[in-house]
């Protein structure tokens, strides 16, 4: 039974580890959307969200029989625990990249988009999670808490990105709605980020014990 056991955990961290690569191919997309107006690129970003969502479904299913079906013990409950959170997080990056893609539709052919730090903000954020469904894998709680420390990087990359629109704005003030397009998409990475760091949270969570929102 026990056997059994570890084999279906085995292939809840080959689903999150799926997931996680999912996540970081539907915003890699939407960046190629943005930086080259990519047709292709946006529309790939909307079926990979289609298919994080899917991921995230065959995932909730495997947790629900490795919690009904088994008796898992108080360290394999909180790997469960944590996989159900971190998938909803993973979710929602799928949803956001999705967004960014649609947004790409508005900003074709601007050169806005690679005048500022949005292209920096995307890599930090993919890097991280990269970084996380790594340090879940491992049990790494120095990659982990690496992962929350990251989070300030994007964060002033944001107010960047931020201060180079308003000025773009400041030069240009037909340009306006681009910017505000612009400053939506960095908003996107923010919180593409925020979600990352979710799920960092809860790989601590997984080897602790111990919850805690990191600022």
Not at 12 to 31: F, Q, R, T, W, Y
Not at 101 to 118: F, M, P, R
Request: a negative charge; proline letters at 0%; glycine letters at 2%.
């Amino acid at each position: 039974m026990r056997n059994q056991f570890e084999k279906q955990l085995q292939q809840l961290n080959e689903d999150l580890i799926s997931m996680g690569a999912l996540c970081k191919e539907a915003v890699a997309d939407a960046m190629t959307a943005l930086l080259y107006s990519d047709k292709q690129a946006r529309q790939k970003a909307f079926l990979t969200e289609y298919e994080i969502d899917h991921k995230e479904r065959d995932i909730e299913s495997l947790c629900m029989k490795l919690l009904l079906q088994q008796q898992p013990v108080a360290r394999d409950l909180r790997n469960i625990s944590a996989a159900l959170k971190m998938i909803s997080d993973m979710e929602r990056i799928g949803d956001q990249a999705s967004d960014i893609a649609d947004i790409t539709k508005y900003l074709e052919n601007s050169e806005l988009t690679q005048h500022v730090h949005i292209q920096q903000m995307a890599e930090a954020a993919m890097g991280m999670l990269t970084d996380s469904i790594e340090a879940f894998v491992k049990k790494d709680l120095l990659l982990a808490r690496k992962v929350m420390k990251q989070d300030d990087v994007v964060d002033e990359l944001f107010n960047q990105v931020k201060s180079e629109l308003i000025t773009a704005i400041a030069e240009e003030s037909d340009q306006g709605e681009i910017c505000i397009d612009m400053v939506m998409v960095a908003k996107y990475f923010e919180r593409i980020a925020d979600h990352v760091v979710n799920i960092a949270e809860w790989v601590e969570y997984s080897v602790t014990g111990e919850h805690k929102a990191h600022e």
